[in-house]
């Protein structure tokens, strides 16, 4: 019987070891593989899992707080305001890609979105999101690229991502957060189970 022993315990640890990665595996299991990464929170520069937001309409925005479509704050945090309750949410990513519009710390725009345009909407640090930009650029804009066959061209470029988390629609900076076919995607969307 001593033989097997140390079989046994090792057999043992193996199966509390797949266990364990079996839990953590479905855990994530509700998180669609867009979805599935952490980004640093603007306020704060914490990690906030997107994982959060499975299940629900996300509008995911490239901002600048120097831009013509600066203004456009206002209707996205009018919109979030409009359909959160209905499961819709809006995340803004400040970069300084396009015209250097964005020049500012990540403490400063936080301040900037807050006290010009009261955004509540959730934001998250300064990245790169122009493919052309080189190296560096946030992998959930690859990926959102990928998917669409867009990339941002300037400020405020707009996807929105279905609740299956799979689904992507994109549009361009000039097609604002009030825009009858804008808004009417994110109905349909919110509609859909």
């Not at 070891?17 to 306020?43: H, I, K, T």
């Not at 990926?143 to 988390?165: M, Q």
């Amino acid at each position: 019987m001593t033989d097997r022993s140390p079989f046994l315990s090792l057999t043992r640890r193996c199966v509390v070891l797949l266990g364990l990665l079996v839990c953590a595996l479905s855990a994530r299991a509700g998180c669609p593989a867009l979805l599935d990464r952490e980004m640093l929170r603007l306020q704060d520069e914490k990690p906030q899992s997107l994982c959060q937001y499975a299940g629900k309409v996300v509008v995911v925005v490239n901002t600048a707080s120097f831009c013509g479509f600066t203004s456009q704050y206002k209707g996205l945090e009018a919109l979030y305001a409009r359909y959160r309750d209905r499961g819709l949410v809006v995340l803004g990513f400040p970069s300084n890609d396009f015209g250097s519009q964005e020049p500012g710390s990540n403490r400063e725009i936080a301040t900037f979105c807050e006290g010009t345009f009261g955004v509540k909407f959730p934001m998250f640090t300064k990245t790169r999101v122009a493919s052309r930009g080189g190296p560096g650029v946030n992998p959930l804009f690859v990926d959102l690229e990928r998917i669409t066959g867009s990339s941002p061209g300037w400020n405020f470029h707009k996807y929105v991502i279905a609740r299956d988390g799979a689904t992507v629609e994109s549009f361009s900076s000039f097609t604002g957060p009030e825009s009858s076919s804008f808004v009417k995607t994110i109905e349909k969307l919110l509609a859909a189970p």
